[in-house]
């Protein structure tokens, strides 16, 4: 998920100081030196890699959901936290702590695509990660673990997040495993050798309520979360990122991105079997076409694609379900739901930046 | 043909550059005192603004303690954010070491609003340095350079923008600056609410909403002071007034010959007076730019001391820099402009009405006519009748200054007819015929003279009626000083731990430990420091009450009474009885009132069981030290070695008492500045008119000499003629001074700073005074004189000779 | 001899330039004598005049009056003179416009400390200013003012009396009475009189008459 790490990135490239303020400063495709680097080989244990790694620069707990009133109307709603290490080394303690958090929200529906964004220290309790049991919060947003002991703490939780026109509580319960991107969850970013850690709860089912201006909705649908850390994941020369992440209707799941570089774009991804096994994609595997663009916050970005993996005989187009999913975030990108018709129909999660 | 009129009569200004000087000079004088406080005040209340506009204070409610406890746990702004409350942490305080003070604002980049925040704070390359220890301070550039090299602070960094006399650090640098840790003061809240969120009484019972306004009042309280300052600027203003007119009346005067002949020429009046009003506007735009210039400097100067003043007598902040903002200039421009027209508006009409045939000589442009007398006798009368109005009828600190106005004009204007009597009465009593001459002919000088005598008056009551009121409240203040600081040494824990074992060591080595607890809240309506004193010998024995019984003290011991400061006593109208609620809702009789100068907030004092029962969780750090004053030294050393107490949390009260007299002082110190320019003024207007008054009065001066007076004799005589009106017009300004001085201790002070002052006489000054008048008198008359006296007889024949 | 003038020079500064007024300029008065000083505008009448009064000094030659002689004098004696030995009558009066007619006409016996209220009295019965007493300058005509100033140039009763145009601001008829007045009082006096006037008609009427042409006595 080499976008979600270029959203980072986007800071140190904005002017906006606060949000560099969140999101460390020392460049992350810049010196990670003092910080942990992701090594290859190095297998992830759980429950312990679900909460924070405090010597990485920086890390998330990002989860996007599809979602379907009784209706059928769609709806998508995004949670986002954040964790950025300022300085490496000991993180300290209260005011001083050296953690910075961040948490993105969204709500979109065909009608509207709603954000709100918070910003915390680590330290004092506003905002944080804890394992046993798991919780990831930031002010009143919540990720709150709910499995039975035993089982795995991210199976099932409950999430709640709101900002000044929306809000939503949902309770989400896993049934499928845990997948590990790349090399058992050693994901490479660049030819040039960067890296993360990276893995998914792709196969979660969710049930639960929107707060919309106009009334409460019940939903059902599917989740997919993705954990991620790394110090100095970016090569320097990669400026934007298309990434998708894709729910098909015969249970199968695929991760893609591609990185819009100077040269050719990057593209990776993982193929997830209904049974959650996954296959690692090769570079020369996808080919991705933009079919239509929207005009949005003064930039034109695509949002109708042609995505094709002869492999797995994969010839899809993916549109938008709103072409203005603008997060006017401190770092603002595209994030919105997408629906998929093709060889496989089903739907998902896009995100796009670097469109100037 | 106006450009013809126009350089004519301009030539007349090449002829007479004295006159130009005078002129100029005079109408930059009078606007370089008016835009000075103008500048002065215009950048007080950008300071101001900037103070009220931390952090967006004045637009964002807070919440704050409900009891008026000094701070809040910091778990509660978790707790209120966990719950979706988005409000941002605040700790203030007032951080001191080695007579250095400083205010602090430890302030939550992550959650304060970002709007508000100095874009410094947000420099991506200094965050990290911000947040972590030893952290990073910002303060306005002039409060930085003021703090360098301070030990015990953050490394301090520069931010244009800010206001002056603070320092913004990180919340959790500041919490160990001001030895606060785990704690706030207040909390901001966002105007960016969630769609939800519970009640605020179910998160955090224990605090309360404040409304932004309630914590921008500086800008209300220092107002009496701003006007004090417009008022003497006014004064000023006035006075070099009092300069322009008599040079352009001369200017015009002199020309009038010169108008004939452009008249008889063809000029039309009213292109003559249009280029004449055309020549007043440029010289008033060219004296105007030069008033501008000194008032910055003059602004510049004082500034510092304003800055001091303010900081002393209100805790407002004010930046010591001075910068050139439009409000001020344009406005001394204006003032330069309306001053001159003021100033040439009687010529320009006298010119209007003047037939064209009239007699072209120089008639004395002022002459004496019992009936203008009689006529500005009236208006002093009516004016006079005016403050007795005021002082009377008057409301409050505009009533104080209408009182003050009508008192000084009335006087003005009364002066020339008090002098002409009292010259009669002099040439009544004159005996041989140089005398009867020389009152005769002061009388005579009289209405050329009475303007300038007029600003001396002023300037000789404002200094009489200031010098009064400051001598008085130092006297006051002093007295006051010795009787409400018994206490030998003032010491304060850091924590009420260290409290509790201090209090425990100190008792057997001294004679008393008495507390100095203190909690703040809402008293009808304003804001009010609420203490608890100990049932000690000491109060009753040195308390200086205004009101009380002979039982006070013991009222307040047994819990059933309270006492407030004067200005509480006299904002709220209170008397002695009355019952006032507390915050929290206990109600206490009022039993007494007290003196404290220099406090701009309301005050009660409890007994204090009372308080602690009241506010149990009342901050208990602080305690006053009774014992030998030989033992203080010792005791210090004593602190520091057995608590490692840090020297800035024990004071002395001599220590106590010099700082007090130091804030007093610089309080005063622009006043004596503006005293001492106004004087000044008054001088130069005088030296001016005099100087005018010179060469008109060759032909009431040649006949003298002539009849068998030496030169050398009638300029001396000129000179005591000086100083005889400068004598005379101390002694009207005498009492003018002393009932300005009564207005200022008990009117205006009552309505400015919430005390009343007695009043003390002060002889000696006046007689300085006096010697400083006549000085002024005989300087401005020097030249003049020296002029005659050497002036070669061929000048003085030609009055003989000229055909006039 | 009441005046003797020797040789007087006198130039003034006048644009930048000094122009001889009074070439050598010679003459005496006896005690009692009445003279006649004419002259064109401009010939040095009123300088020579002023040169006698003590109100200016000469460039070269000698003045003596009563003894005194100007040339060496401080202006201290020169002030003593005007008050006590001169009296001065100028053509514009030059009342002092501050002291009343009354204080006016004794301001110079006061001056000089021999005040003589029944002399003054009778001066101003003399002059017909009764009734004018406590009057100011500017409250009088012309003729009345210049009464005053003849009382008061007489008032101290000084050994000579020098007036400059004394009619000159006056029309003939109160010029004429004016100065019938001047002479006579004069005569009774016993003082000696220089008077410059520029008719020839007025001078007639003094004992002696003479001529200032080219800075010189004709």
């Known amino acids: 998920m080499n976008a979600r790490v270029a959203v980072l990135c986007a800071a140190l490239a904005s002017a906006l100081p606060l949000c560099a303020l969140a999101q460390g400063f020392a460049g992350m495709a810049r010196d990670a030196e003092g910080y942990g680097l992701p090594q290859r080989g190095q297998r992830l244990a759980f429950p312990i890699d679900h909460g924070a790694h405090p010597d990485f620069r920086i890390e998330w707990w990002y989860l996007t959901a599809n979602l379907e009133a009784p209706d059928g109307t769609p709806y998508g709603i995004q949670w986002t936290l954040f964790r950025n290490a300022l300085a490496p080394g000991n993180p300290g303690t209260g005011w001083s702590s050296s953690q910075a958090w961040m948490g993105h929200a969204a709500l979109t529906d065909e009608t509207a695509h709603r954000g709100a964004m918070r910003i915390a220290r680590g330290g004092i309790g506003q905002a944080g990660v804890t394992t046993a ?224 | 043909m106006r450009r013809v009129a126009l350089s004519a009569l301009l030539a007349h200004w090449r002829r007479h550059p004295l006159q130009l000087a005078t002129l100029l000079l005079g109408l930059a004088l009078a606007t370089a005192l008016w835009s000075g406080v103008q500048a002065i005040n215009a950048e007080a209340r950008a300071s101001y603004a900037r103070a009220a506009g931390v952090l967006g204070q004045d637009r964002l409610e807070s919440l ?59 420099d991506e390359t200094r965050i990290t340095d911000f947040l972590a220890p030893p952290g990073l301070a910002y303060g306005a550039p002039e409060t930085v350079a003021a703090l360098t090299g301070v030990v015990g602070l953050p490394p301090l960094a520069a931010a244009e923008g800010m206001a002056p006399g603070l320092l913004f650090t990180d919340i959790g640098i500041a919490q160990s600056l001001l030895r606060a840790e785990g704690r706030l003061s207040r909390l901001l ?112 100067a004082l500034l510092p001391d304003v800055a001091a003043t303010l900081r002393g007598l209100y805790g407002a902040t004010v930046s010591g820099s001075l910068s050139l903002r439009p409000e001020w200039w344009l406005g ?175 008792a057997p080595r001294i004679d008393a430990l008495l507390p100095i607890w203190k909690v703040e809240g809402t008293i009808l309506g304003g804001p009010v420091e609420i203490y608890g004193v100990a049932d000690h010998r000491t109060y009753p024995d040195n308390w200086p009450l205004i009101l009380g019984e002979a039982d006070t003290w013991q009222v307040l011991a047994r819990g059933q009474g309270m006492i407030v400061n004067e200005q509480l006593w006299r904002r709220a109208d209170l008397a002695l009885g009355d019952t006032v609620p507390l915050p929290g809702g206990a109600v206490r009789a009022l039993v007494g009132v007290y003196a404290d100068y220099g406090n701009p907030k309301g005050q009660v004092i409890l007994g204090l069981d009372d308080l602690t029962a009241l506010y149990p969780d009342v901050d208990r750090r602080r305690y006053a030290i009774r014992t030998d ?59 001016t008119s005099l100087l005018t008054l010179s060469t008109m009065r060759l032909p009431q001066l040649a006949p003298v000499w002539a009849l068998g007076l030496t030169r050398r004799r009638l300029a001396r005589l000129e000179l005591i003629r000086a100083m005889l009106l400068a004598g005379l017009t101390l002694l009207v300004a005498v009492p003018v001074g002393l009932i300005l001085a009564w207005v200022l201790l008990a009117v205006i002070n009552v309505a400015a700073f919430g005390w009343k002052l007695p009043m003390h006489l002060f002889p000696a000054d006046w007689l300085w005074l006096g010697l400083l008048a006549l000085a002024a008198a005989g300087l401005a008359a020097a030249w003049p004189a020296w002029r005659l006296a050497r002036l070669a007889p061929s000048d003085l024949l030609k009055v003989f000779a000229d055909e006039r | 001899m009441l005046l003797n003038i020797e040789n007087v020079e006198k130039s003034h500064v006048s644009g930048g330039s000094r122009v001889a007024v009074l070439r050598g300029v010679s003459l005496s008065l006896e005690a009692g004598e009445t003279v006649a000083l004419t002259g064109e505008s401009g010939s040095g009448k009123s300088t020579c005049l002023h040169l006698c009064a003590g109100l200016d000094r000469p460039d070269a030659g000698r003045i003596v009056v009563v003894g005194c002689d100007l040339a060496r004098a401080d ?144």
């Open chain 1, 133 to 356: 049991p798991f919780a990831a919060w930031i002010d009143e947003w919540r990720m709150q673990g709910i499995a039975p002991p035993g089982e795995d703490p991210l199976s099932a939780l409950s999430l709640t997040a709101q900002g000044a026109d929306f809000g939503y509580d949902l309770q989400l319960a896993a049934e499928g495993p845990l997948v590990l991107h790349g090399e058992e969850g050693f994901s490479v970013k660049a030819e040039s050798g960067q890296a993360s850690y990276y893995y998914s709860q792709p196969f979660y089912r969710v049930t639960g309520r929107l707060d919309l201006p106009d009334g409460a909705v019940a939903v059902t649908g599917q989740a997919w979360l993705d954990r991620e850390w790394s110090s100095q994941p970016l090569a320097e020369d990669q400026n934007g990122w298309d990434w998708f992440s894709l729910h098909f209707e015969d249970g199968s799941k695929l991760m893609a991105f591609q990185l819009r570089g100077e040269g050719t774009a990057f593209r990776s991804g993982t193929w997830i079997a209904a049974d959650g096994s996954a296959t690692p994609l090769s570079d020369d595997a996808l080919a991705l076409r933009p079919l239509s663009e929207t005009q949005v916050a003064g930039r034109r970005i695509p949002t109708r694609w042609r995505l094709a993996l002869p492999a797995h005989g994969v010839d899809i187009t993916i549109t938008a379900l709103r072409g203005d999913a603008w997060m006017d975030t401190m770092v603002p990108y595209w994030e919105g739901p997408v629906r998929v018709n093709g060889t496989h129909a089903g739907t998902g999660y896009l995100e796009m930046t670097g469109y100037e």
């Open chain 2, 64 to 122: 704050v303690p409900a009891r008026g406890l000094p701070h809040l746990d910091q778990d509660i702004f978790v707790s209120l954010r966990r719950a979706g409350w988005q409000v941002s942490p605040l700790l203030e305080g007032q951080w001191s070491r080695a007579g250095i003070s400083v205010q602090i604002v430890g302030l939550d980049p992550f959650t304060a609003p970002r709007s508000a925040l100095p874009g410094m704070i947000l």
């Open chain 2, 189 to 300: 809240i966002l105007p960016d609410q969630p769609r939800s969120r519970p009640e605020l009484a179910a998160i955090a019972p224990g605090l309360e909403r404040r409304a932004p306004i309630e914590q921008a009042d500086s800008a209300q309280l220092t107002g009496s002071f701003h006007l004090n300052l417009t008022a003497f600027g006014l004064l000023s203003f006035a006075v070099g007034l009092f300069i322009v007119h008599s040079a352009i009346g001369l200017a015009f005067e002199q020309r009038r010959p010169m108008f004939r002949t452009l008249r008889a020429l063809g000029l039309p009046l009213r292109d003559l007076v249009v280029v004449l009003a055309g020549e007043v506007v440029l010289l008033a735009l060219v004296a105007g730019l030069v008033g501008i210039a000194l008032g910055y400097l003059i602004a510049a």
């Open chain 2, 332 to 506: 001394g421009l204006g003032m330069a402009l309306a001053g001159a027209a003021i100033a040439a508006g009687q010529s320009l009409w006298r010119l209007w009405r003047l037939p064209l045939l009239a007699p072209a000589q120089p008639t004395a442009w002022a002459r004496a006519s019992t009936r203008a007398l009689a006529r500005q006798g009236i208006a002093a009368g009516g004016l006079a009748l005016v403050a007795v109005l005021a002082a009377v009828h008057g409301q409050g600190i505009a009533g104080g200054f209408i009182l003050l106005g009508a008192l000084l004009i009335s006087a003005a204007l009364a002066l020339p007819g008090i002098l002409a009597l009292m010259l009669a009465g002099g040439a009544r009593l004159a005996r041989g015929a140089l005398a009867q001459w020389f009152w005769a002919d002061t009388r005579q000088q009289l209405p050329g003279l009475s303007l300038a005598l007029m600003a001396l008056l002023l300037a000789l009551s404002a200094n009489i009626g200031v010098g009064t009121m400051v001598a008085s409240f130092r006297l006051t203040f002093t007295d006051w000083l010795d009787q409400r600081l018994p206490s030998e040494l003032y010491v304060t824990a850091r924590d009420q731990e260290e409290a509790r074992r201090l209090r425990d060591w100190l």
């Open chain 2, 629 to 687: 004053p030989a033992a203080v030294p010792e005791l210090k050393t004593a602190l520091t070695e057995e608590f490692g107490l840090p020297s800035d949390s024990m004071i002395d009260q001599g220590r106590v008492k010099e700082i007090s007299l130091m804030v007093f002082e610089r309080t005063f110190l622009v006043t004596g500045a503006l005293n001492v320019l106004t004087m000044a003024v008054a001088g130069f207007a005088m030296f």
């Open chain 3, 75 to 218: 202006d201290a004696t020169l002030a003593g003179l005007r008050r006590g030995t001169v009296g001065l009558i100028f053509q514009q009066f030059n009342l002092i416009p501050s002291l009343t007619v009354r204080a006016n006409l004794a301001f110079q016996a006061r001056l000089s400390g021999r005040d003589d209220p029944d002399w003054c009295g009778e001066l101003a019965m003399r002059l017909g200013l009764e009734g004018l007493h406590d009057r100011y300058p500017e409250q009088l005509s012309g003729g009345q003012q210049q009464r005053v100033a003849i009382g008061r140039a007489l008032a101290a009763r000084p050994a000579l009396i020098l007036a400059d145009e004394p009619t000159g601001n006056l029309d003939e008829a109160t010029g004429d009475a004016v100065l019938d007045l001047m002479l006579e009082l004069v005569a009774e006096s016993g003082a000696g009189l220089l008077m410059v006037t520029h008719s020839p008609r007025l001078a007639g009427r003094l004992g002696r008459r003479v001529r200032l042409t080219g800075g010189r006595l004709a």
